[in-house]
């Protein structure tokens, strides 16, 4: 069976969904879905991707998510690749946390209700998985999910973007259009409650479990009018694009950061490879790009790759005001996780 188009542009929207390998847990506890949720932070941040809904259930998660700039493989292999490493040495297990490749489904978020429907089919989860009382509880008692951060703005991370899901829907994120979506929410989870086959409440979820991309006749031409494009066998805008995009997102941070600093190239070769700036350039490229340590490492003069990790990671932790004052000074370079007007 072939596998289905993995395509990436900029400003692309995908339902991603990955379960555990052999349908096992990915999330043995409360602590594994606050790490998974720091880490998905993270890829935020090093990707520039908005994210409009997730949901953390026992084997798998869902998220809604929009990435500015052409890079879904690179930030979901970071992301799942991450995760599994923190996952493993948590609780001491080695080995594929995730079962094979992650489902990427494309959505057209600018025609109908596409966006709206598969943002309510990843709220509605914990309802049609019964993970919580129907009768005696809200949608928003289960906490692994955006849902409950739509209702309460002051407990959103950055990354989390509502005003579209919103607006889709023709609500503002005020509180009377947090009320309403609150009412919509729990109307669909008392016909859940009164139907026989509530995961099915919806026939246009169907269309969101199977197939590769989820919108209008027009989106789907569209899409695979870029496929037919697309040299080679493999559908995909991965490789060498993203790779190339990537280093020159890293390229600029740097010169912009060595600016800051009030560095020139010539520094690189004579500064030792720990140098303060040297790690606080290379932190600045690990947390906004997914740039390889390699690459970083050489472009640097840094010594080996393996051994570069320890350097952002001391940037990181620091409490040095001076350091502190530094990384305020590089954030300013960043313009993500914004959540520009008509978006």
């Avoid at 692309?12 to 932070?41: C, K």
């Avoid at 040495?89 to 992650?102: A, D, P």
């Avoid at 009412?183 to 008392?190: D, I, L, S, T």
């Avoid at 496929?227 to 010169?255: K, T």
Wanted: glycine share 8%.
């Amino acid at each position: 069976m072939p596998r289905k188009p993995r395509i990436e542009f900029a400003g692309a929207v995908y339902h991603v969904m990955s379960r555990g390998n052999r349908q096992e847990a990915i999330f043995l506890e409360d602590r594994d879905r606050e790490i998974f949720l720091d880490t998905l932070g993270e890829a935020c941040e090093r990707t520039g991707w908005r994210v409009h809904a997730f949901v953390l259930m026992g084997n798998h998660y869902h998220l809604l998510i929009e990435t500015p700039e052409a890079n879904l493989v690179a930030g979901m292999k970071w992301l799942q690749g991450t995760y599994t490493q923190r996952f493993n040495t948590r609780h001491k297990v080695w080995g594929h946390l995730f079962q094979g490749r992650y489902k990427a489904l494309l959505v057209d978020a600018c025609r109908g209700d596409y966006f709206s429907v598969l943002g309510g089919y990843i709220h509605l989860n914990p309802a049609r998985a019964r993970l919580f009382d129907l009768e005696s509880e809200m949608l928003s008692d289960f906490v692994w999910s955006s849902y409950p951060l739509y209702l309460h703005p002051s407990k959103r991370p950055s990354w989390l973007t509502v005003s579209r899901m919103l607006r889709s829907l023709g609500l503002s994120d005020d509180l009377s259009g947090r009320r309403q979506y609150f009412q919509r929410m729990q109307k669909r989870v008392g016909e859940m409650l009164c139907s026989e086959r509530p995961w099915d409440l919806d026939a246009r979820w169907a269309n969101i479990r199977r197939g590769w991309c989820f919108g209008a006749d027009e989106f789907r031409e569209e899409m695979l009018e870029k496929i037919q494009n697309l040299p080679g066998e493999r559908v995909s805008f991965s490789g060498e694009e993203v790779r190339l995009h990537d280093e020159q997102e890293a390229e600029r941070l740097l010169v912009e950061g060595m600016t800051t600093l009030g560095l020139k190239e010539d520094d690189m070769s004579t500064l030792r490879k720990g140098a303060e700036a040297k790690a606080l350039l290379a932190w600045l490229m690990r947390k906004h790009t997914v740039v390889t340590n390699a690459w970083i490492a050489e472009r640097l003069q840094m010594g080996r790759p393996d051994c570069l990790s320890r350097y952002p990671r001391r940037i990181a932790e620091s409490q040095d005001m001076g350091v502190v004052w530094k990384r305020k000074q590089l954030e300013r370079l960043l313009n993500y996780g914004t959540d520009p007007a008509g978006v």
